[in-house]
């Protein structure tokens, strides 16, 4: 079976750009979750998605957006991009949603702001 | 913060020995997970220690909590070099899942 896809595995933007990632999770998976991993730090939260329905966001700027689709694919899109929003942007999906839910992590997507 | 924080940062040890690290937390959590992380690429799923649990096994892994001293312990046994990664704790409550900053493993052949 499918693991949880990403992309593109790389991208490579200038400042004031905009960028859209996209995820695919596992078969029958319902949930899926972003996080942003800048270099040196551990992964942090940036939205979770069940049933099409955003249930979580973490503190990151408007610019910073998702959604996911009825077959539950998902988006991430940025806006004006900063050099700050170099990262590896990882995309997670569970079966459901709750605390009890193990997340399986995709490839990530490695973004360079220029 | 709700961040859990790993301890050491960074550990090398010989290939055979057992690797144990530490995360501390300040906030209550309905369970702790712990994730491994090649190379930067995306995260894989250890184990999953619930808050009304004291210590889990899975193969190699040994997992220990101790909620009243908001700890969590994981360790490692007759590591490989395959064992080699970032190893985070990762809390989870109310909110979704919080990682600290993790813990970098060299073992050595």
């Known amino acids: 079976d499918a693991g949880v896809t990403q992309s593109p595995t790389h991208l490579i933007k200038t400042r004031g750009q905009h960028v859209t990632l996209r995820c695919s999770p596992i078969?029958?998976?319902?949930?899926v979750s972003w996080y942003q991993q800048v270099l040196g730090q551990g992964p942090q939260f940036i939205f979770q998605?069940?049933?099409?329905?955003?249930?979580g966001r973490g503190n990151f700027p408007d610019r910073f957006s998702a959604r996911q689709f009825p077959n539950y694919s998902s988006e991430l899109n940025v806006n004006a991009l900063l050099l700050g929003d170099s990262a590896l942007y990882l995309c997670?999906?569970?079966?459901?949603?709750?605390?009890?839910?193990?997340?399986?992590f995709g490839p990530g997507t490695r973004l360079l702001v220029l | 913060s709700q961040q859990g924080e790993e301890d050491p940062q960074a550990l090398s040890i010989q290939e055979g020995e057992n690797a144990t690290m530490n995360c501390s937390y300040k906030?209550?959590?309905?369970?702790l997970q712990w994730y491994r992380q090649n190379s930067g690429r995306g995260l894989v799923h250890l184990i999953l220690?619930?808050?009304?649990?004291r210590e889990k096994h899975s193969g190699r892994l040994r997992v220990t909590l101790d909620t009243s001293k908001k700890s969590s312990s994981l360790l490692i046994t007759a590591s490989r070099a395959a064992d080699t990664a970032s190893y985070f704790c990762?809390?989870?409550?109310?909110?979704?899942?919080?990682f600290g900053k993790g813990t970098r493993l060299s073992v050595i052949a």
């Open positions: 997670a999906s569970s079966l459901l949603w709750g605390p009890e839910e193990t997340q399986y």
């Open positions: 078969s029958g998976h319902k949930s």
């Open positions: 998605y069940y049933e099409k329905e955003e249930r």
């Open positions: 906030t209550s959590i309905n369970n």
């Open positions: 220690i619930r808050s009304n649990e």
């Open positions: 990762a809390l989870s409550g109310n909110t979704p899942l919080v």
